[in-house]
């Protein structure tokens, strides 16, 4: 039986990423998931890198930081793996042509016939484009993010802790780190509302010379170096459905025989902004991003809800707990809620939670569970 410093459940974004940090520290560490190395929504990810423009604020500039660490990084870390060549955002019902304008991101305006001197193909739009935006990879990202560590394919369903060593099958761990995105938590997290929104991704190939990513309501890439391009786009919330996610969305009955219509109306969404000509569907893939109302991700120490609340109940009429007076899962850490951002997110998250970890620096308040913790413990 292999005894290991950190064990992280999930092998996605969130989960392969704190990995490649942790190992880099030195540590021994291993990741579990029930279906492989991004086999689910971060394989199905189109893993676009874009800027979200708009007037400065405390998620934009949280975004954006996140954004200029993990191009860097990804272009250190597999750089073959990583097209960037930015991206062309089109007004639509969210970012309108005042909220483009008025963004603290440096931009270049495109009108239409300007894009049309660039590529014939392009339909009549125009746009705002940003140099800093690259599309990736998944799956060779997370492949190269976990060379160095112990991988298992394994469904865990529960977590036993003995003479201060979690036991999972047949690994011992000193510490767990949960990275599950939508499945269901392996520790109590009532005040962590996990939703899931559902994905979809075409890759296609075409002649068609596509000069950089495209995003209005989907995302277009560029042609990529393994001559195929991405079209993604967030499809569905299930906010108010009660469901649970058990597998893949490829296998989940909810999208069973769905494809056809779902591919049609995408790849009509993308002939909107250019013309791909010789168009071949390569493969399609879908995936259950895993978000909470605030958008922001959640990392850090998982708080015990009912105890600390045992301990301390006047935190429920809003009395502040210093954060180590809170009761605490023992060497038990989660990081998720990344959304639709998995892979900008994936680094800068890792890097800030694996220094919490190893070096005790503080967690961003807006990224903390104590930040939910004391929301659901004072609105009840």
């Not at 290991?4 to 942790?22: E, Q």
């Not at 639509?92 to 963004?103: G, P, V």
């Not at 990513?213 to 393994?226: E, G, L, Y």
């Not at 190893?358 to 104590?370: R, V, Y």
């Amino acid at each position: 039986m292999k005894t290991y410093d950190y064990l992280i459940i999930g092998a996605g974004s969130a989960g392969c990423n704190i990995a490649y940090f942790l190992q880099q520290n030195g540590k021994k560490v291993a990741v579990v998931d029930r279906e492989g190395i991004a086999g689910g929504a971060s394989g199905a990810a189109g893993a676009f890198l874009s800027p979200l423009p708009g007037k400065k604020n405390l998620y934009n500039s949280f975004v954006n930081d996140a954004l200029e660490f993990s191009i860097n990084f990804y272009e250190k870390l597999i750089p073959e793996a990583v097209d960037k060549k930015g991206v062309l955002r089109v007004a639509n019902d969210n970012f309108n042509q005042e909220k483009l304008q008025t963004n603290s991101i440096n931009y270049k305006y495109f009108n239409t016939q300007e894009l049309q001197k660039i590529s014939k193909n392009f339909r009549d739009i125009d746009g705002y484009f940003y140099e800093d935006a690259a599309v990736l990879e998944p799956l060779i990202i997370c492949n190269k993010l976990l060379q160095n560590c112990d991988f298992y394919i394994k469904d865990i369903k529960e977590l036993t802790f003995e003479n201060d060593l979690y036991k999972v099958e047949d690994i011992k761990a000193k510490n767990i780190i949960l990275a599950q995105g939508v499945s269901d938590s392996l520790a109590e997290l009532p005040y962590m509302k996990i939703s899931p929104i559902f994905g979809l991704r075409v890759d296609v190939k075409t002649t068609t010379d596509i000069p950089f990513n495209i995003h209005k309501s989907i995302s277009v890439s560029t042609n990529k170096h393994n001559d195929t391009v991405s079209i993604g786009a967030t499809q569905q919330r299930h906010d108010t459905q009660d469901m649970k996610c058990e597998t893949t969305c490829d296998k989940c009955a909810f999208y069973i025989n769905t494809d056809e219509e779902q591919i049609k109306t995408l790849l009509s969404q993308a002939d909107e902004l250019i013309k791909l000509e010789d168009l071949e569907v390569v493969k399609t893939y879908k995936g259950a991003r895993a978000t909470i109302k605030s958008y922001f991700p959640v990392i850090g120490k998982i708080i015990d809800y009912e105890s600390s609340l045992k301990r301390h109940p006047s935190i429920s009429k809003g009395t502040k707990i210093p954060e180590d007076s809170l009761e605490y899962y023992p060497n038990l850490h989660v990081i998720n809620a990344l959304g639709s951002r998995g892979f900008v997110l994936g680094p800068y998250l890792a890097k800030i939670l694996s220094e919490n970890i190893l070096h005790n620096t503080p967690i961003p308040k807006e990224l903390s569970t104590q930040k939910l913790f004391y929301k659901m413990a004072r609105a009840k």
